[in-house]
């Protein structure tokens, strides 16, 4: 539990710092929106402006979208972790892990490429449905948000972390599908909101499912291949403390493992039955008594 506070300690710093740098990246993130929006203007996808005005005249849902822009993403997404770590600590870690690279990774591009979102594009026309809903332009939170953190979108990633999660938590039971409205929802809010483009939303979806790939493919260091190369590895260091006055001595048996230091006795952890030196004995007293005959 420490690590996990730890963590959350280091990220929220992180973030904390590159908010901190708004002032200088304020003419890059518009430069990088308004491409953006061009992007989707050639692709056909420039529906925020026109999903965002039919919002602004539906003053209800539009402070029930607001709501559910601030409340839902923290919440929401610390509840399924907190369900997780209760109901299937098997599969705490790696989920834990997905969403630590989620984070590591939003807020890598967040750094190198700062994207201001419709709400805050000059001339845009957009109106801001979570300030007008009461919670301010810099939609304060437990921690201030990054104003040019649009892409990509971290509401998504989460979302669709959660829904992944959530619906593994439920596995054999009914009602699975309906986890995956969650991250739909949460698209749908982030781009009437004008707090995203689609092409942020695109790109947290795969934010998110990539994280969760890398981390079950942790695993994978397991693996005969990635052992033989660590075999190969240790056998090359031990050759090279051998060269420096330090002996390893292992066993064909992996329970017994002997170490040798010039100067003093070596110990063993159970009396090999037959033991293959990787390195020379040095001349002297390290060397092992003559009652033990397996080291020579």
Request: hydrophobic residues 45%; proline residues 7%; aromatic residues 8%.
């Amino acid at each position: 539990m420490i690590g996990e506070i730890l963590l959350v300690v280091l990220l929220v710093k992180v973030y904390d710092m590159i908010r901190s740098l708004a002032a200088v990246r304020a003419a890059p993130a518009q430069r990088h929106g308004a491409g953006i929006l061009s992007i989707e203007r050639l692709l056909h996808l420039d529906w925020e402006a026109a999903a965002n005005r039919w919002l602004t005249n539906h003053p209800p849902l539009s402070l029930a979208a607001a709501y559910w822009y601030q409340a839902t993403h923290l919440l929401v997404t610390l509840s399924v972790l907190v369900w997780c770590y209760v109901a299937r600590p098997d599969l705490y870690r790696t989920m834990r892990n997905a969403l630590a690279i989620t984070n590591v990774v939003g807020m890598t591009i967040f750094y190198l490429f700062p994207v201001m979102p419709p709400r805050l594009l000059p001339g845009g026309g957009y109106t801001d449905s979570v300030a007008d809903a009461g919670f301010g332009t810099t939609h304060g939170g437990p921690v201030p948000a990054d104003q040019y953190a649009a892409m990509p979108s971290l509401h998504l990633a989460w979302a669709v972390w959660t829904a992944c999660l959530a619906a593994a938590l439920l596995a054999g039971r009914r009602g699975r599908a309906w986890c995956y409205l969650y991250p739909l929802t949460t698209a749908i809010v982030v781009v009437v909101t004008a707090n995203h483009f689609i092409l942020d939303v695109a790109a947290g979806t795969a934010v998110g499912l990539g994280s969760i790939a890398a981390a079950r493919a942790v695993p994978l260091v397991s693996s005969p291949l990635v052992q033989s190369i660590r075999r190969y590895c240790n056998f090359a260091g031990t050759n090279t403390l051998g060269s420096s006055g330090t002996q390893t001595v292992t066993s064909r048996s992996p329970t017994t493992a002997v170490t040798a230091v010039a100067g003093e006795t070596p110990t063993a952890v159970r009396p090999p039955s037959r033991v293959i030196s990787s390195a020379p004995v040095p001349p002297g007293d390290g060397t092992a008594p003559d009652s033990d005959e397996a080291i020579r």
